[in-house]
Every structure is written in C-alpha cells, then in structure tokens.
C-alpha cells in the first residue's frame, strides 16, 4: 500500500540531496535562466522586424502556443526514453536553433516569419525538457527527499521566471537582439553540459514510484515507432488519470488557480501603474513584483518543514483557497496590502505545487508518468490564454477591480465543488 507523507513522520530528507541532484538542478537553473531571457528578447526582437501589433502578437502566440500542441506528445515519449536522454536531446535542439537565430539576427537576416516558426520549435522542445524533468528527479532522490528537492527546484525557478530572467532579459536586450540570444544560447550549451554528466540508467525505486502499472496498462514498448503505438501509449496515459478522481481534483484546483494568476499578473499593470489606483511608476511597478518572488524564495527552506509538520493531504486541501484570498487583496488599492498578497502568493504558491507535484511523482506509476503528468500539466497549464481573455472581458464591461474580485472567488469556488483531498490507495495487484 503507498502512504502520503504524514506529520510526525520519521523521514530521511534531512540528509544531503546528492551530487545527481546538484547536477540536474544546474542543468534546470540554467535552463530556466535561459527561457526567463528569451520570453523578453523574443516579442523585442520582433518589435525591432515590424512595429505591427498583430504580428508581434503572433510571435506572443508562438513563444506559448508549444504548450497546447506538445505536452502531451512530450508525456509519451518522456516514458519511451530515459528522461535524462530526453532532456539532453531537447535542449540540444534548442541550443541549435537559438544558435541560428542569434546568427540570423546578428546579420540582420531574420524575416518575421522564421523568427515565429523558430520561436515555436524552440518553445516545443522546452515542452519536452519541463515535462521529461519531472520524471525524472524520482529517480535521482529518495521518496523522503521528494518535497525538499521540489521546493529547492521549484523556488529557483519561481525566482528566475519572476525576477532574474526578466530582469537580465532587458539587460542584455539593451545591449542588441544579438548578445541577448547569444546569452539564451549559451545557457542552453550549460544546460546541455550539464544533463551529460548525470548519470545514466537509474531506476526509480518501487516505494517511491509504483513499478506496475493499472490492469490493462502494460506501459509503452520501446520498439519500432509508429504513430499508432504513440497514440496507444498516450490512450493508456489518458485513461489512467481519467479512472484516478484524486487527480482529476488536484487538477481543477491547480487550473482554476493559474486561471486566476493569468487574469492578475494581465491588468495588473493597469491597476498599478499611475493613472491606476495604486499610481506606481514602471520602475516601482517591477519593485512590487517583486514580492512575489521574495515569497516564493522564502518558502524554500521552509517547505519540507511544514509538510513534515502538517503532512501532504492538509497542505494540498488548503492551499488553493488561500491562494484566492491572496487574489482578493489585489483588489484593495492599497499598495502595502497588494505588496503583502503578492508575498503571501510567492510563499503559499511554492508549499502547495511541492506537495501536489511530491504527491504525483510518488502515487503514478513510473511506466505512465510522463504521460499522466503530460495530461495534468496540459490541463493546468492550457487556461493560461483564457484568463487573460476573461481578464479583458470583465474589465470592459464591469470594471477593473472585479478582474481581482473573480479571481479570487475561482480558487474559493473551486475548493468547494472539487476538493482538492487526497484520497488515493495503491490497489493490490494480483
């Protein structure tokens, strides 16, 4: 039977995570440092080809698009392959076609079209690397260790995506479209360096990730590949999380959050920055941002205490809701009490994504993970575009404060019609 950690618990996480995960977490750091650059060069360098906002939005559209379109082929083939291999090969081509982008642009032969075609293969293989990642850290780490490794790793990247990144990313921009790619290309080369010095062939352990697969699920063969085995492999993926309800919970609370930051952090900026209620500057605007980041790197030493404190099931039953009220107090136009929701968010955020993705890697078997945590991810993930959609609608027509309002209502509303509990048992096998 698989048991969720529980408080009071004896654990073996307070020993050191190891040099594999050392290794892997560069090779993420790096990554995640390189995609925090690129979203900002990509939309500049387009706005230095054409000062069309349809085309620039274009470009938007192939940066986030990948998301949609490769997630749940990148769950397939992360459980085909080794996910070290996947990750190394992925960021291989990125490496390659930012390096041709750079060139391109460096002599001023970059058309609009390529720079949208690029911008998508290069977001399609960052697909693979995110969703092949987290298949594989079971296998570099113990059960225990689970929830430390994932704050650590996932801190990092909420501080790099919501700060460094953006803030090198202008830097370096600054400096021309050329040195800002060459930047992204040479953390993509680090990356790739160091995904080849870890090592090979690890197994995750049986107690950490169910070795057996559901009756009827036999998990992929890595033989010839066809597009029917493909599609196979994906049905079994898919009909494994459609017959596991915890999961299904745990996904409408995370995609009813996410909504609800994408129709924050959309007219955010309006609200904020003078004439808007709060009358910030830009550069008191990013100051504010700030906090969200400041949270979210807080919460990393403190993660693995709390869930040995409280235990996984109470951390991922509350987080969500609290999580709106954190939404509720951007709609106080008060900049102090803005400043603390986004704090609280980056802290709260970062505890609660830990125990659902520890929960995750520990609860799906290893033959089907990539493609289950393919399909909640695409789920999760896929309500980006809408909110911001919903974001413009309810400020057009009822005002800016209720964008604030709604959003936090959705987490609220969504924790009482699907309780994000954790409830599932390893049913014995024969």
């Given at each position: 039977?698989?048991t969720?950690?529980?408080p009071?618990?004896?654990?073996?996480?307070?020993k050191p995570?190891?040099?594999?995960?050392?290794i892997y977490?560069?090779?993420?750091?790096?990554?995640?440092?390189?995609?925090?650059i690129?979203?900002?060069a990509?939309?500049?360098l387009?706005?230095g080809?054409t000062?069309?906002?349809?085309?620039?939005?274009?470009?938007?559209l192939a940066?986030?698009?990948?998301w949609?379109?490769?997630t749940?082929p990148?769950?397939v083939v992360?459980?085909?392959?080794?996910?070290r291999?996947?990750?190394?090969w992925?960021?291989?081509l990125?490496?390659?076609?930012?390096t041709?982008?750079?060139?391109?642009?460096?002599?001023?032969?970059l058309?609009?079209?390529?720079?949208?075609?690029?911008a998508?293969a290069?977001g399609?293989?960052?697909?693979?690397?995110d969703?092949?990642a987290?298949s594989a850290?079971?296998?570099?780490?113990?059960k225990?260790?689970l929830?430390?490794?994932?704050s650590?790793?996932?801190?990092t990247?909420?501080?790099?995506?919501?700060?460094l990144?953006?803030?090198?990313?202008?830097f370096v921009?600054?400096l021309?479209?050329?040195?800002?790619?060459?930047?992204?290309a040479?953390?993509?080369a680090?990356t790739v360096?160091?995904?080849?010095?870890?090592?090979?062939g690890?197994v995750p352990?049986?107690?950490?990730?169910?070795?057996?697969?559901?009756?009827?699920?036999?998990g992929?063969?890595?033989?010839k590949?066809?597009?029917?085995?493909?599609v196979?492999?994906?049905?079994?993926?898919?009909r494994?999380?459609?017959?596991?309800p915890?999961?299904?919970?745990?996904?409408v609370?995370?995609a009813a959050?996410?909504?609800?930051?994408?129709?924050?952090?959309?007219l955010?900026?309006?609200?904020a920055?003078a004439?808007?209620?709060l009358?910030?500057s830009?550069?008191?605007?990013?100051?504010?941002?700030?906090?969200l980041?400041?949270?979210?790197?807080?919460?990393?030493?403190l993660?693995?205490?709390?869930?040995r404190r409280?235990g996984?099931q109470?951390?991922m039953r509350y987080?969500?809701?609290v999580?709106?009220?954190?939404?509720l107090?951007?709609?106080?136009?008060s900049?102090?009490?803005v400043?603390?929701?986004?704090?609280?968010?980056?802290?709260?955020v970062?505890?609660w994504?830990?125990?659902i993705?520890?929960y995750?890697?520990?609860?799906?078997?290893?033959?089907?993970?990539?493609?289950v945590n393919?399909?909640?991810?695409?789920?999760t993930?896929?309500?980006?575009?809408?909110g911001?959609?919903?974001?413009g609608a309810?400020?057009?027509t009822?005002?800016?404060?209720?964008?604030?309002l709604a959003?936090g209502?959705?987490?609220l509303?969504?924790a009482v019609?699907?309780p994000?509990?954790?409830?599932y048992?390893e049913?014995?096998?024969?």
């Amino acid at each position: 039977m698989l048991t969720l950690l529980r408080p009071g618990a004896a654990h073996t996480d307070r020993k050191p995570l190891g040099r594999p995960f050392r290794i892997y977490q560069s090779a993420v750091v790096s990554s995640d440092l390189a995609d925090g650059i690129y979203r900002i060069a990509t939309p500049l360098l387009a706005l230095g080809i054409t000062r069309s906002a349809f085309a620039v939005a274009m470009v938007g559209l192939a940066v986030r698009l990948p998301w949609l379109v490769a997630t749940l082929p990148a769950g397939v083939v992360a459980d085909r392959y080794e996910p070290r291999t996947v990750m190394r090969w992925a960021s291989g081509l990125r490496l390659v076609l930012m390096t041709l982008m750079c060139l391109l642009a460096v002599f001023d032969r970059l058309p609009l079209w390529l720079l949208a075609v690029t911008a998508f293969a290069i977001g399609c293989a960052g697909t693979f690397v995110d969703v092949a990642a987290q298949s594989a850290l079971p296998r570099l780490v113990d059960k225990d260790q689970l929830p430390r490794a994932n704050s650590s790793v996932q801190s990092t990247q909420m501080f790099l995506a919501q700060l460094l990144g953006p803030a090198l990313g202008g830097f370096v921009v600054g400096l021309g479209s050329g040195q800002g790619l060459a930047t992204v290309a040479a953390l993509y080369a680090v990356t790739v360096w160091a995904l080849g010095r870890l090592p090979g062939g690890a197994v995750p352990d049986p107690v950490t990730a169910p070795a057996q697969p559901p009756a009827g699920a036999a998990g992929p063969v890595k033989g010839k590949v066809s597009f029917k085995a493909l599609v196979s492999e994906l049905g079994e993926g898919l009909r494994y999380f459609r017959g596991r309800p915890d999961l299904g919970r745990l996904a409408v609370a995370a995609a009813a959050n996410n909504l609800s930051y994408s129709m924050c952090l959309t007219l955010l900026p309006l609200w904020a920055v003078a004439p808007g209620r709060l009358g910030l500057s830009e550069t008191t605007y990013g100051l504010l941002l700030s906090c969200l980041a400041v949270g979210s790197v807080l919460a990393g030493p403190l993660t693995g205490r709390l869930v040995r404190r409280f235990g996984q099931q109470p951390l991922m039953r509350y987080g969500g809701p609290v999580l709106g009220l954190c939404f509720l107090a951007l709609a106080v136009p008060s900049v102090p009490v803005v400043a603390a929701g986004l704090f609280c968010y980056g802290l709260v955020v970062i505890v609660w994504n830990v125990s659902i993705v520890s929960y995750r890697q520990t609860t799906i078997p290893a033959a089907l993970f990539g493609r289950v945590n393919a399909a909640y991810r695409w789920i999760t993930w896929g309500v980006f575009p809408l909110g911001s959609l919903i974001a413009g609608a309810l400020a057009a027509t009822v005002g800016l404060a209720w964008v604030f309002l709604a959003a936090g209502a959705v987490p609220l509303l969504a924790a009482v019609a699907f309780p994000a509990n954790a409830t599932y048992v390893e049913k014995e096998t024969s």
